[in-house]
């Protein structure tokens, strides 16, 4: 599995983002998506994930409630729809895929994406 995170800029304080993450390979919606971030000097964290059929997600406390991770299968994406964001929002954005996967571990998943900066300006 192959996969591309999109979607990052610069955005005010307040403003709201739509992260993609395009996967390759036929067999994508067998595969459960988290989405981390990695802020400068900090390490990498879990933002949150959806499972295969999108029946189960989770959030990390800090985005809960203004992030939305959602799926579509038929077009082997995964999307974090981010609102309310915050400066302290500002990092790169991966997305990794794993059959099962360890949700908040960042050790937990087989597959990566190349991440997508998200600026948030105060």
């Known amino acids: 599995v192959q996969l591309q995170a999109s979607g990052g800029g610069l955005v005010q304080a307040g403003g709201s983002l739509r992260l993609s993450c395009a996967a390759s390979?036929?067999?994508?919606?067998?595969?459960?998506v988290g989405w981390f971030r990695q802020a400068p000097g900090k390490e990498r964290e879990f933002v949150g994930g959806?499972?295969?059929?999108?029946?189960?997600?989770y959030y990390a406390d800090s985005v809960k409630g203004r992030f939305t991770i959602s799926r579509d299968n038929a077009k082997n994406t995964v999307y974090l729809q981010m609102n309310s964001l915050k400066p302290e929002d500002t990092a790169v954005y991966y997305c990794?895929?794993?059959?099962?996967?360890?949700?908040?571990?960042?050790?937990?998943?087989?597959?990566w994406g190349q991440g997508t900066l998200v600026t948030v300006s105060s």
């Open positions: 990794a895929a794993d059959k099962t996967p360890r949700w908040g571990v960042v050790a937990g998943y087989d597959y």
């Open positions: 390979g036929r067999t994508f919606s067998s595969y459960g």
């Open positions: 959806i499972g295969w059929s999108s029946s189960t997600t």
